[in-house]
């Protein structure tokens, strides 16, 4: 069975620190992958997506950025954070062919 | 452009009242609806995919269905265990999954 994780699963950050948010998937192969943020009270945005080793789609002008440096690791990094950065961010996994998304843990990122 | 509204933002059940959640949306092109239930602090779990007006998914307690413009999510006799936030889904002909901002349910004793 396929089994998604993240890590960490919380994090306080000062602004202008860097962020580094990793994305596992196992027991699959080529899956596409999602990063969403939620903010407190509000829906799910999609930040980034990629369909392949090195294939990222940014949805949100941001100071983040995503990187695939593996078939199944997602990475969510960013230079400076911004207080504005805090939330709750999910990783998420599709089949190619599939529609339905899996959604990871969460991690919880504070910005102080 | 594509816009998912659920209604209403948050709602209150005594144990056994059986009520409805409500999601509308606008896509250009729907290939599907999904709902999921999210726990506090937690990633959304998957409960339904919908595809076409007329069709109902059942779960215990849960029965989602579609129309053109909305879709409803139907809790019978709801129980504590079901108190989560509701999220409803709308994927469009660019593939993406808009989400609407969730329903809170809680269930009391």
């Known amino acids: 069975s396929q089994t998604i994780h993240q890590w960490p699963a919380t994090l306080v950050q000062p602004v202008g620190s860097p962020l580094s948010l990793e994305c596992t998937v196992e027991?699959?192969?080529?899956?596409?992958l999602y990063w969403y943020r939620q903010a407190a009270g509000r829906g799910l945005q999609l930040l980034f997506y990629s369909v392949g080793i090195g294939q990222i789609s940014s949805e949100v002008p941001q100071n983040l950025s995503a990187s695939r440096p593996q078939d199944r690791q997602f990475i969510l990094s960013s230079k400076k954070l911004l207080l504005s950065d805090s939330g709750f961010y999910l990783c998420?996994?599709?089949?190619?062919?599939?529609?339905?998304?899996?959604f990871g843990p969460g991690t919880r990122l504070t910005v102080t | 452009e594509d816009q998912v509204t659920q209604s209403p933002e948050a709602l209150r059940l005594q144990e056994g009242e059986s009520s409805s959640l409500n999601c509308s949306y606008t896509?250009?092109?729907?290939?599907?609806l999904f709902w999921y239930r999210q726990d506090p602090g937690k990633g959304p779990e998957f409960l339904f995919t919908l595809y076409s007006a007329g069709e109902e998914k059942e779960k215990e307690r849960l029965k989602a269905t579609l129309t053109k413009k909305e879709s409803f999510l139907h809790i019978t006799a709801p129980k504590p265990e079901d108190s989560a936030t509701y999220l409803c889904?709308?994927?469009?002909?660019?593939?993406?999954?808009?989400f609407g901002q969730g329903t809170t349910l809680q269930v009391k004793p």
């Open positions: 889904a709308v994927k469009s002909n660019t593939g993406k999954l808009i």
């Open positions: 998420a996994w599709n089949p190619g062919q599939g529609a339905k998304q899996y």
């Open positions: 027991g699959t192969s080529n899956p596409n």
């Open positions: 896509v250009s092109g729907l290939r599907g």
